[in-house]
């Protein structure tokens, strides 16, 4: 079983607050990435990152940015949230294959 | 065209059916299949991983992979209730993962 924490698990928040939801992986893996879920939607890749320091942006545009400082920690910051970006945020850390967190469930009203 | 071609259902099957999902993908540079389930609001959870190609058993669970033909499949004997969810199959070219769409499946009493 896959060691992967995402917090919060849920999140209500006004437009135009800064928001970090936290991802944080005990397993020692340096492959990260930030998917983007709407409900019985397709994942959508917003970030990744091979590493310390090391950060990409994925397929999908996303105004969010991470950062990755530590190989365990994985946050991503949303400056000035918004309606558009209400979601499911999932983490994700992979060896061979990919184990996902229990995901973060934003709104923004 | 998709990497990964996977049809979304719904599919409706009676307690104890057979379940057969399957997906086809493009990028014969691929060399690990997955199978994730999902439940809804939930992050996705790792239910088979193979390398290659072959067959793989788990359970009620039987994953094969037929690289010829770009085709993965996924088979469930039994079904049960618990196992109504949304399932995702992806494919790694070992740096990045590619998502199928995910079939809906529901297990009637």
């Known amino acids: 079983e896959a060691d992967i924490y995402q917090t919060p698990r849920y999140l209500v928040i006004g437009t135009g607050k800064k928001i970090t939801l936290e991802c944080s992986q005990t397993m020692g893996h340096d492959k990260m990435y930030w998917y983007q879920q709407d409900p019985g939607m397709e994942l959508h890749l917003i970030h990744y990152s091979y590493g310390v320091n090391s950060t990409e942006k994925g397929d999908l545009s996303s105004e969010s940015t991470v950062s990755r400082i530590r190989t365990e920690h994985f946050p991503l910051t949303l400056e000035s949230a918004r309606p558009s970006h209400t979601s499911q945020y999932l983490c994700?850390?992979?060896?061979?294959?990919?184990?996902f967190g229990p995901g973060t469930r934003l709104t923004v009203l | 065209q998709k990497e990964v071609e996977q049809d979304p259902g719904p599919l409706s099957v009676p307690e104890g059916a057979i379940v057969s999902l399957n997906c086809t993908y493009s990028?014969?540079?691929?060399?690990?299949f997955m199978w994730y389930r999902q439940y809804s609001r939930k992050g996705p959870e790792l239910l088979m991983y193979?390398?290659?190609?072959g067959n793989k058993e788990d359970g009620r669970f039987t994953a094969q992979v037929d690289k010829s033909s770009k085709y993965i499949s996924l088979f469930i004997r039994d079904s049960q209730p618990s196992d109504s969810a949304t399932y995702l199959c992806a494919m790694s070219d070992f740096n990045k993962f590619y998502f199928g769409s995910g079939t809906k499946l529901n297990v009637k009493p």
């Open positions: 990028n014969s540079a691929f060399q690990y």
């Open positions: 193979t390398y290659s190609s």
């Open positions: 994700a850390s992979r060896s061979d294959t990919q184990y």
